[in-house]
């Protein structure tokens, strides 16, 4: 059973038609970059698999659970036990201090672990920095809190919104390696909504998003075949 399966997804805005006859399928551990032009709608596809925007039309499945027939209570639940975000804006609260910023997913789920906050503070190479405000931090070192904290809770599967996209490129590679390293470790599967041809190289797969909807990358020559015409 897929980790992640979305069926034909659909999403506008007022008259625009942002995407339709999305279809996705994410193994556990797998990691995907999805690739677009800006304004192709990766964060709102992004957004719509985690059920924090509402599709037209389509399903997504969870671990098993349909995220399209929740409440919004049980979809919190089940985004909280399973899902890590690193949003394109960094989406830190800004009167939590760094430790309790990343502890926060933890707090939710009611298991606050202190130690492992203080594991993920120095795989991000923030330690020592726990007891910060957000305002006192640099943009990669925001960014890595912010990645702290999609993976402190070992989410079965991580959305990451261009996690390096606000940082210059020798922060943006460190950041990226330490993204990938740390999902690969915890064997969290990824979607990675990315512009970066080393992210790209490094996934298992790419796909594209454009007005012909989620397609293998064509430049991704190591893509295998789609197993059938819409489902990949
Ligand atoms: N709340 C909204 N209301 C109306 N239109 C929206 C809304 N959010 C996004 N859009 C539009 O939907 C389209 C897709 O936006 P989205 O942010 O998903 O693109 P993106 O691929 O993530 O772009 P980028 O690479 O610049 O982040 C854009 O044309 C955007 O203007
Ligand atoms: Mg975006």
Do not use: W
Request: charged share 20%; hydrophobic share 45%; proline share 5%.
């Amino acid at each position: 059973m897929a980790l992640l399966e979305a069926t034909g997804l659909r999403k506008s805005y007022g008259q625009s038609v942002i995407f339709e006859g999305i279809d996705l399928q994410l193994a556990a551990g797998e990691l995907v970059a999805l690739l677009g032009e800006s304004g192709s709608g990766k964060s709102t596809l992004l957004n719509c698999l985690a059920g924090l925007d509402t599709l037209d039309a389509g399903r997504v499945l969870l671990a098993g659970a349909d995220l399209t027939v929740m409440n919004d209570s049980q979809r919190a639940l089940l985004r909280r036990a399973q899902l890590g975000f690193v949003f394109q804006a960094f989406h830190v609260l800004p009167h939590l201090n760094v430790a309790d910023n990343v502890g926060l997913p933890l707090l939710l789920l009611r298991r606050p672990d202190p130690a492992r906050v203080a594991e993920m503070l120095a795989a991000v190479g923030l330690e020592g920095l726990g007891q910060r405000l957000p305002r006192q931090l640099s943009g990669g070192q925001l960014q890595r809190v912010a990645i702290a904290r999609a993976l402190v809770h070992k989410p079965a599967l991580v959305l990451a919104d261009e996690p390096t996209g606000n940082l210059d490129a020798r922060h943006a590679g460190a950041v990226l390696d330490l993204l990938l390293a740390q999902v690969r470790q915890q064997g969290s599967a990824c979607l990675l909504v990315t512009h970066s041809e080393r992210a790209a190289e490094r996934a298992d797969r790419c796909l594209k998003l454009d007005d012909q909807g989620l397609n293998l990358d064509p430049a991704d020559d190591r893509s295998p075949p789609p197993r059938s015409s819409h489902v990949y």
